[in-house]
């Protein structure tokens, strides 16, 4: 009969497979990242001369809002996707504005809340690219490798971000092209993919482009729903009414 191993042998048997499953387990534990929960960015816009700061808050795919505002603070722009419609909610400084938006800017203004999240939003089996607000337009989206500097994967196994993303208009025979999005600069990898750092907006259907530069992403700061919940829909709202005569 074999005499039983010394308590010494036996922490060896029963501690090597354990030291093995850490040493393999390591280093893929250190690559996952906490699930996204919620998003805050914020950088500026620069459009037609002018620059303004923009923001926007994301919490699930079916939640986001973004809010752009002018350096003298009389004027914001926020856009809320919420409850699967896209409200514009205009403070001016003589008055304020919600409404609903449908169509072709209803698909325009939520592709562009998509977009300042590419990582986030637009791979696969993340947001509904079949959503009833893109029922008659569709996502042309072109993706390129991300080669590192040193020790390029072999062909066809390097990750791959967006370039760029067209939204087509199906609503005629001949489909046309009435927004296209390029992403210009990211920054480095982090925990959640490669953030953009710059875009580029162009408006095909009036010409018009705008350039976002984004300073700072957090995530999973916490957000509560009611910050997406847009104002009730109204009509013009005067602020300053016209003096009547005595």
Not at 32 to 47: D, N, W
């Amino acid at each position: 009969m074999c005499p039983l191993p010394s308590r010494s042998h036996q922490y060896l048997v029963w501690s090597a497979p354990l030291l093995l499953i850490i040493e393999l387990a390591t280093p893929v534990a250190a690559q996952l990242a906490e699930p996204v929960r919620s998003i805050r960015v914020h950088g500026e816009m620069s459009a037609d001369g002018r620059t303004l700061s923009i923001s926007q808050a994301t919490k699930g795919q079916k939640q986001i809002r973004t809010s752009v505002q002018a350096p003298d603070g009389q004027t914001t722009v926020t856009t809320y996707f919420a409850d699967g419609k896209i409200v514009l909610a205009e403070d001016l400084p003589d008055r304020k504005t919600v409404r609903t938006l449908a169509g072709a800017d209803a698909a325009a203004y939520l592709l562009d809340l998509l977009a300042l999240n590419p990582e986030y939003h637009l791979r696969p089996g993340s947001f509904n690219r079949t959503h009833p607000l893109f029922e008659g337009f569709s996502l042309d989206i072109q993706w390129i490798d991300v080669v590192p500097a040193l020790n390029p994967p072999p062909a066809g196994d390097a990750p791959k971000i967006i370039k760029q993303i067209r939204l087509v208009d199906h609503s005629s025979r001949e489909q046309r092209v009435i927004r296209t999005i390029d992403y210009l600069e990211r920054f480095p990898k982090g925990p959640h993919g490669w953030n953009p750092r710059k875009i580029q907006f162009i408006d095909k259907t009036t010409g018009k482009s705008g350039l976002i530069t984004l300073e700072a992403y957090d995530f999973n700061s916490g957000l509560l729903d009611f910050f997406f919940q847009p104002p009730a829909v109204t009509t013009d709202t005067l602020l300053c009414p016209a003096s009547v005569g005595r």
